[in-house]
């Protein structure tokens, strides 16, 4: 992981407010589990312990005393989500509200569901 300096541009810090105020309004101010699990991508609970062993996720996770798994705070996920979002080679800041993805494209005009 980089430790290079990042800028937060206004649209950034909107959209990891607005993913952190919909997380915790559903899951409440951290989460864990299998919903934890589901949010980050992985079809296993061994996929996640796996990624946390071998310290890949970049996500600050904790465990709590007298509970089994790893846990997240909400804003901190959003935060995040939204990191990993402007680090995709695919993500345009000045088009990314303005722009479908080139596979949304194709799939729209395949007639297929994205």
């Known amino acids: 992981m980089s430790n290079e300096p990042t800028t937060e541009s206004a649209a950034d810090t909107q959209s990891r407010d607005e993913i952190a105020s919909s997380l915790l309004g559903k899951y409440g101010p951290m989460l864990g589990g299998v919903e ?4 980050l991508g ?8 796996s990624a946390v062993d071998r310290g890949t996720l970049g996500l600050p996770l904790f465990q709590l005393p007298g509970r089994v798994g790893w846990f997240v705070m909400t804003q901190d996920l959003g935060a995040w989500i939204t990191a990993a979002r ?4 695919h993500f ?15 799939n729209r ?3 297929g569901r994205c």
């Open 36 to 39: 934890l699990q589901k949010l």
């Open 42 to 49: 992985f079809r296993t609970p061994q996929g996640l312990r």
């Open 86 to 89: 402007r680090k995709s080679p």
């Open 92 to 106: 345009d800041a000045d088009r990314s509200d303005k722009q479908e993805s080139p596979q949304k494209n194709a």
């Open 109 to 111: 005009k395949k007639g």
